[in-house]
């Protein structure tokens, strides 16, 4: 049986569970007994090469001695067991300056984790199907690196997976203009499930050319995630790119004011994708100088990525259009970033590439601190030939980005890039939203062509009309009939 078949009957068998209610709630179910089953394995692996390795957790609670017998213990027994030892234990796991480092793991993941299922024998199938798959074997862990991408997008009918899924083709293409080097310091301060963080460390991994390099990376890479679910799928997935102990820590990088950074806690790379849209709580924006407060969520992290950049240091953030051309506080600190950095690079992604979280056009924005911006350079990614949107069916691709690649380190203006001085953005008041000067012609469309638009359009608009009425007949029909 296939790992996606796998995937699939696990979450059928959910669907049959009274207490997990809804696709939010069975992929929470189903990350920390994968983040167990993910962790034993790992253990299995730490056994072969280490002869005095002791596992943090307490032996009655690893998955090998309650999970991996498929006739173990089940029902009422099991519930019971879940529920008052396993969670109650992990989460208070003791922890001191001597404990394995593992262990605060363990409990951070468990921190906000929660058991939905409510019928025990449920769950034994649930844990049965699970231990079909052995995240110690290379092809296993491929083939459920691409499932683990699916259970992110089963997040949207959950309502707001867009605050934390960016589709890998842009995370990869960021990751490859960062072009991070051993031995920096990578930093995501909004990691939701992991996607850059991952990246980056397939980026550096291919540096690698020694033991002590391999160690390096897994202690220069760090996340921070607010909101439990992500976090606790990012620690996962940390652990199948094994990582044995992930810097991911559950947190709100904006809770912490800008004063209490120490020089040593800045980074040399920042790659992120903030929430946007939203807003922050009553407080956090006092965390920030007075010029700068707003509770705009992405406004705030684009000042804390700033400060936490040292001189030389790079980044590369997706903001919304807003950000662009917006006034009054987004103007200063738009007024910083260019007085403080080298914003060389802004590729404008057109709609849908967040679809079916999101609409806004977004775009991504590559600078490096310490040196004042002089011009700006602007490329307009394009769709490929026959798209009028992305859709969850046909996502944004890392090919596509192929052009912006060889255009990258020899620039030249075309039909996509153009470049703009600093004098101009600061003359407009600060506005970055500039339209692609070479477009502009091409946005006055032939009449005939926007007449067999509009008519194809109302042509739809009329197909679904008629399908709704016939559908609100047919319940008016059967309504009748179970009144007779």
């Known amino acids: 049986m296939s790992i996606s078949t796998t995937v699939k009957t696990i979450q059928d068998i959910m669907r049959i569970d009274e207490g997990v209610d809804g696709d939010a709630q069975r992929i929470s179910q189903l990350t920390w007994m994968i983040f167990l089953k993910v962790f034993d394995d790992r253990e299995t692996e730490y056994e072969t090469f280490e002869d005095d390795y002791v596992s943090p957790l307490p032996e009655e609670l690893r998955w090998r001695n309650w999970a991996a017998n498929a006739e173990g213990i089940t029902g009422d027994e099991l519930l019971e067991f879940v529920n008052n030892q396993l969670f109650q234990t992990l989460k208070n796991l003791n922890l001191d300056e001597l404990s394995d480092p593992k262990r605060r793991i363990i409990r951070d993941a468990f921190e906000d984790a929660f058991n939905f299922m409510k019928n025990g024998t449920l769950m034994r199938q649930v844990i049965n199907k699970l231990n079909e798959i052995d995240f110690n074997n290379s092809k296993d862990k491929q083939l459920f690196g691409d499932i683990y991408e699916q259970i992110l997008k089963d997040l949207q009918s959950a309502g707001n997976a867009g605050e934390y899924y960016t589709p890998r083709a842009v995370t990869q293409f960021m990751v490859d203009m960062l072009k991070p080097r051993l031995g920096e310091r990578i930093l995501d301060p909004a990691c939701g499930t992991g996607g850059f963080v991952t990246c980056a460390l397939e980026f550096l991994k291919k540096q690698i050319k020694t033991v002590e ?112 051309f917006g006034e009054g506080v987004k103007t200063r600190i738009k007024e910083k970033l260019l007085d403080e950095c080298n914003l060389h690079t802004i590729v404008r992604l057109p709609n849908g590439v967040f679809n079916p979280y999101t609409s806004i056009k977004t775009n991504l924005l590559f600078f490096t601190k310490g040196e004042p911006t002089k011009e700006i350079w602007y490329y307009e990614h394009p769709y490929p030939p026959g798209y009028k949107s992305y859709s969850k069916t046909k996502p944004i691709r890392i090919e596509e980005f192929a052009p912006e690649k060889a255009w990258w380190d020899n620039r030249q203006e075309n039909e996509f890039a153009w470049k703009v001085s600093v004098e101009e953005i600061k003359a407009n008041g600060y506005n970055l939203d500039i339209k692609n000067p070479y477009q502009e012609k091409e946005n006055h469309r032939d009449l005939g062509e926007m007449l067999a638009d509009y008519q194809e359009l109302m042509a739809g608009l009329s197909e679904t009309r008629n399908l709704l009425k016939a559908e609100l007949m047919s319940a008016l029909s059967r309504n009748d009939d179970g009144m007779m």
């Open 213 to 324: 390099d391999k160690e390096k990376i897994q202690r220069l890479i760090m996340g921070v995630e607010k909101k439990p679910l992500p976090h606790l799928l990012c620690i996962t997935n940390m652990l199948l790119h094994e990582v044995e102990v992930p810097e991911i820590r559950h947190d709100n990088t904006l809770a912490r004011p800008l004063r209490d950074y120490k020089p040593y806690e800045k980074v040399d790379v920042i790659v992120t994708n903030p929430p946007f849209g939203g807003k922050e709580e009553d407080g956090i924006e006092s965390n920030f100088p007075s010029a700068y407060r707003t509770k705009e969520t992405a406004d705030l992290f684009l000042v804390l990525i700033m400060h936490l950049l040292v001189n030389g240091g790079r980044a590369g953030i997706v903001l919304p259009d807003g950000t662009l």
